[in-house]
C-alpha cells in the first residue's frame, strides 16, 4: 500500500503544483521516488511530528496541499493537538498518512501499534477519514483526497496488501462499496484487514452461509445509508478491523444502528482486544485477536446460532 | 506598503510614523484593553500589557508590510501571535490598525462575539487562532517556508512568551528554522519573566535565553522591549545574519504601564474593578505629552 501511495502521489505532484510531502523522518527506500522528482516540495522534518504538523499547517495556509508521512500512531497522537487546532480548527488541507497502522509492525510491539486511530480522528472537525481496503483503494483514496478541500486521514497498511478489486471501482469518499452479495449476515470491514473478510465470506459460503461484504475505506463521515440497508436485510452485522472496537469501525457501526428504528440486525464487532502485552508478528497477532479469515467464519457462524463464543477475544 | 494607523493616515505616504505616534499607538490600545477585560470580567490583562509596546511598533510603526484593506494580500507580512492569551490587546492593535471597527471591541468575550479570549482566525488580520501555546512558531515557520518556496517577499512574525517557551515544539522548530535557513522568519520572545504560577527563574529557568537561541542557529538580539526606538531599530532590518533566522529577546515588565500592575502575577488572573480601571485610564492620560 506505502508504495502504492507514493506512485500515486508522484503521478498527482506532477499535475498539481499545489502537492507537498513532508516526512518526520520515516519512509526509507519508499519516499525516495517523490523526494527524487520534487526535491523542492519535499521535506524530511527529522524526528519532531508536533513540528510536522505546525510546518505543514503554515504551507496549507499559504496555498499548498500538504501530505505529512510517518508510521503507525506516530503522526496521529505525538501531534494530536496540533491537528486539532492548527489543522482541522483551520480546516486546512493537511493530508496525514499512517502507513503500518493496525497490526504490521507485529514485532515491533504496541509502541508500533495503531490500533486506536480511527477513534482519535474520526472525533476532529472537519477531518476525514479513509482506511482503504486494497492497493486500488489505496491509489483512488489517495486521489480523493488530494481533491477534497480540508483535511484528511489516510490510513494504510504496510506492504504486500492483496489487489481485492479487480476493476477500478467508483470510489467516492464517504461511499461504501460492495464486493459480495448476500443477506444471510453483512460482513463490513475498512483497511487491510479486507482481504480477511473476504476470505472469511469464501469460508461460510462453503458452509452454505451466503455472506455479503462491504469495504468501508471511509469512516468518518460513514455511509450510513449502506450500514442501514445492509443491516435490514441482514440478521447479523459484522464490523471488521484492524483496530479496537471502541472507537473505531464498530463504535461508528454501533452508533448508527442504535439511532435508526427497529427493527434491524444484531451487531459483531470484530477487532484488536487481547492485551498490548502479547508478542507476535502480525498474522500471529491477527490470529490470537480472532482477526484472520478462519476466526472469522467460525466467530460469524456461531453468532447467527446465538452462540456465547461470539464474544470478544481476550 | 506600511501599515495603516490612525497615525500614518494623517501622515499620507509615510513610511513610518514618529516615535511619538506609535506611543500614542500604544496608549490607546493599552486603554482599550484595560477597558475590554474590564468589560468581560477577563483575565491576561498583564501578558497584554508587556507586549504592547511591540506590538504598536510592529503595525503603529510601519514595521509590518501589511494592508488593513486587504487582509488576504498575498505578498504581506505575516503576524502569529502565539500568546494567544493575550488576546485583548491583540484585537486592540488590529482595530487600532484599521482591519475591523474599534466597536467590535466592546463586544470582546461577549456571547455571540466574534472575538473570544483567545486570538481566532477569521477576524480579519488574525492569521492563526492560537491559546494552546507552542503553536505559531511551528506555523510561521511553514509560512516562511512556503513564502521562500513561491519567490514571495512575505517576512513571518511570531511573537511568543516565555513561559511558552517550556513547550518542546517551539524547540523543534528552532531547530527546523536554523536548518533551514529561514531568514525570513521572526520570533519575538516578550520576556517578562513571569509565568502561570510564579516568575520564569521559579518556574523553569529559560537563561541564559538569547545563548540558547545563538546556540541552535540562530541571530539573537535582546532589548528593552519597552523601548520605541530599540525595537523599530531591531525590526527594521530583518535577517540580522544572513542565511539565519531572527530572534528577538524583548525584555518586557508584565502589566507595564499600569503602576499596580507592574510585575505582579496577580494580573496574570484578576479583572479590574471600577476604580482600578479609572486608575489605570488616568495613569495613562497622564503619560500623555502636555
Keep these: 500500500m506505502r508504495n502504492t501511495f507514493v506512485n500515486a502521489l508522484c503521478d498527482l505532484a506532477e499535475q498539481d503544483e499545489r502537492v507537498w510531502l513532508l516526512c518526520g523522518d520515516l519512509g526509507y527506500s519508499v519516499l525516495e521516488r517523490f523526494s527524487s522528482r520534487f526535491p523542492r516540495r519535499y521535506i524530511n522534518v527529522g524526528v519532531a511530528e508536533q513540528n510536522m504538523v505546525g510546518v505543514a499547517a503554515g504551507l496549507a495556509l499559504s496555498g499548498k496541499v500538504v501530505f505529512i508521512y510517518s508510521i503507525a500512531n506516530f503522526p496521529v497522537m505525538r501531534c494530536l493537538e496540533q491537528l486539532r487546532n492548527d489543522v482541522c480548527y483551520h480546516n486546512l488541507s493537511v493530508k496525514t498518512v499512517a502507513v503500518g497502522a493496525g497490526l504490521p509492525y507485529g514485532t515491533h510491539g504496541y509502541t508500533h501499534h495503531g490500533i486506536e486511530d480511527i477513534a482519535v480522528m474520526r472525533t476532529l472537525p472537519n477531518m476525514t477519514v479513509v482506511a482503504p481496503g ?125 439511532c435508526a428504528p427497529g427493527p434491524h440486525a444484531r451487531l459483531l464487532t470484530c477487532g484488536v482486544t487481547i492485551s498490548p502485552s502479547v508478542v507476535g508478528s502480525g498474522a500471529y497477532l491477527r490470529e490470537r485477536n480472532g482477526l484472520d479469515a478462519a476466526h472469522l467464519a467460525q466467530r460469524i457462524a456461531q453468532a447467527l446460532v446465538g452462540a456465547p463464543s461470539a464474544q470478544p477475544v481476550r | 506598503m506600511a501599515s495603516v494607523s490612525k497615525a500614518t493616515q494623517k501622515k499620507a505616504g509615510a513610511e513610518t510614523t514618529t516615535q511619538r505616534s506609535t506611543r500614542e499607538f500604544a496608549r490607546d490600545v493599552r486603554a482599550r484593553a484595560l477597558q475590554m477585560v474590564h468589560r468581560a470580567s477577563a483575565s491576561h490583562i498583564g501578558s497584554s500589557l508587556s507586549m504592547t509596546d511591540l506590538l504598536a511598533v510592529l503595525y503603529g510603526g510601519g514595521i509590518l508590510r501589511v494592508d488593513p484593506a486587504r487582509p488576504d494580500w498575498p505578498e504581506r507580512d505575516r503576524f502569529i501571535l502565539s500568546k494567544g492569551h ?57 509560512m516562511a517556508l512556503a513564502a521562500r518556496a513561491d519567490g514571495s517577499p512575505a517576512r513571518v512574525f511570531v511573537l511568543l512568551s516565555d513561559g511558552e517557551l517550556d513547550e518542546g515544539s517551539n524547540w523543534e522548530a528552532i531547530l527546523f528554522a536554523a536548518h533551514h535557513g529561514l531568514e525570513n522568519l521572526v520570533a519575538i520572545v516578550d520576556y517578562n519573566k513571569i509565568q502561570s504560577f510564579g516568575s520564569v527563574a521559579e518556574v523553569m529557568r529559560l537563561d541564559p535565553l538569547a545563548e540558547k537561541w545563538r546556540a541552535f542557529g540562530w541571530a539573537c538580539r535582546e532589548i528593552d522591549g519597552h523601548d520605541h526606538a530599540a525595537i523599530a531599530e531591531a525590526l527594521s532590518v530583518v535577517p540580522h545574519e544572513p542565511g539565519k533566522p531572527t530572534a528577538i529577546v524583548a525584555h518586557t515588565i508584565k502589566g507595564k504601564g499600569v503602576s499596580f500592575m507592574e510585575d505582579q502575577l496577580a494580573w496574570h488572573y484578576k479583572s479590574p474593578n471600577d476604580e482600578q480601571l479609572a486608575q489605570a485610564l488616568a495613569e495613562l492620560e497622564q503619560e500623555k505629552p502636555q
Design chain 2, 86 to 142: 493575550a488576546a485583548a490587546a491583540g484585537y486592540a492593535t488590529l482595530a487600532e490598525a484599521g482591519f475591523f471597527p474599534i466597536e467590535w471591541l466592546d463586544t470582546y468575550c461577549q456571547d455571540g462575539s466574534k472575538l473570544p479570549g483567545h486570538l481566532t482566525r477569521g477576524v480579519p488580520g488574525v492569521e492563526l487562532s492560537t491559546g494552546s501555546l507552542g503553536h505559531g512558531l511551528p506555523v510561521g515557520a511553514g
Design chain 1, 134 to 258: 486494497d492497493p486500488v483503494e489505496t491509489r483512488l483514496a489517495t486521489a480523493a483526497l488530494l481533491a477534497h478541500e480540508g483535511p484528511g486521514y489516510l490510513r494504510l497498511g504496510k506492504g504486500g496488501e492483496p489487489t481485492i478489486h479487480q476493476s477500478a471501482p467508483d470510489f467516492q469518499l464517504g461511499q461504501a462499496l460492495t464486493l459480495r452479495e448476500g443477506d444471510d449476515v453483512a460482513i463490513i470491514a475498512t483497511g487491510a484487514i479486507l482481504a480477511e473478510a473476504v476470505k472469511a465470506a469464501d469460508l461460510l459460503a462453503a458452509q452454505g452461509i451466503r455472506a455479503g461484504v462491504l469495504s468501508m475505506p471511509t469512516i468518518q463521515p460513514l455511509d450510513t445509508a449502506a450500514v442501514l440497508r445492509v443491516a435490514e436485510r441482514s440478521p447479523l452485522v459484522v464490523t471488521v478491523e484492524e483496530h479496537r472496537p471502541v472507537g473505531g469501525l464498530g463504535s461508528a457501526v454501533a452508533e448508527t444502528l442504535a
